[in-house]
T-cell receptor, first 111, second 116 residues
Framework: LAKTTQPISMDSYEGQEVNITCSHN???????ITWYQQFPSQGPRFIIQ???TKVTNEVASLFIPADRKSSTLSLPRVSLSDTAVYYC????????????FGTGTRLQVFP | NAGVMQNPRHLVRRRGQEARLRCSPM?????VYWYRQLPEEGLKFMVY????????ESGMPKERFSAEFPKEGPSILRIQQVVRGDSAAYFC??????????????FGPGTRLTVL
């Protein structure tokens, strides 16, 4: 399983765009990149998943360069309610087994 | 469609007692996962089950911990003779086993176990 590295914490202000980058240098051909969000005292929640280039949904965008050794989660115009821990995970598309969580990035949004 | 349900939400046990944590997966989901989270840490995988079968228990401590997902009823994580180090949040997740998204797991609200 590819190991991921992401910043421990980030600060932002309401209305700003936040970009969280994750490194996964040994990602395999069949691996997908997935991001989860966890609020305090709650279970993680799936945000977005991608394989290459750019993926966008109603919550976020995911940018993946051609070499796929990193990915960037982009949150447009954050609000206080986006304060949470964000986890980057890499896993095989054909695997329904465990998710490997790192320590994540703790995003604090200030008013 | 109700989400993943876990009960109890909070559980207090004294050292040496047993703890039983229950998880009802989302309707239509046949894959259940249990994770443990210590304060300020990421989730750590414990066990992966499908109906009546344990698929992967590589994250389960060898002693005192067991899990089941019977044909009828919720999945149960059982901790015998609890110790203070078992104090943590235990999360259950379920998945339909299909994708995309691949391996999207839906998490419950967790059970916070406190061992006195």
């Amino acid at each position: 399983l590819a190991k991921t590295t992401q910043p421990i914490s980030m600060d932002s202000y309401e209305g700003q765009e936040v970009n969280i980058t994750c490194s996964h240098n040994n990602i395999a051909t069949n691996d997908y990149i997935t991001w989860y969000q966890q609020f305090p005292s709650q279970g993680p929640r799936f945000i977005i998943q991608g394989y290459k280039t750019k993926v966008t949904n109603e919550v976020a965008s995911l940018f993946i360069p051609a070499d796929r050794k990193s990915s960037t989660l982009s949150l447009p115009r954050v609000s206080l309610s986006d304060t949470a821990v964000y986890y980057c995970l890499v896993g095989d598309a054909g695997n329904t087994d465990k998710l490997i969580f790192g320590t994540g990035t703790r995003l604090q949004v200030f008013p | 469609n109700a989400g993943v349900m876990q009960n109890p939400r909070h559980l207090v046990r004294r050292r040496g007692q047993e703890a039983r944590l229950r998880c009802s997966p989302m309707k239509g989901h046949s894959h259940v996962y249990w994770y443990r989270q210590l304060p300020e840490e990421g989730l750590k995988f414990m066990v992966y089950l499908q109906k009546e079968n344990i698929i992967d228990e590589s994250g389960m401590p060898k002693e005192r911990f067991s899990a089941e997902f019977p044909k009828e009823g919720p999945s149960i994580l059982r901790i015998q003779q609890v110790v203070r180090g078992d104090s943590a949040a235990y999360f259950c997740a379920s998945s339909p086993g299909t994708g995309p998204p691949y391996n999207e797991q839906f998490f419950g609200p967790g059970t916070r176990l406190t061992v006195l």
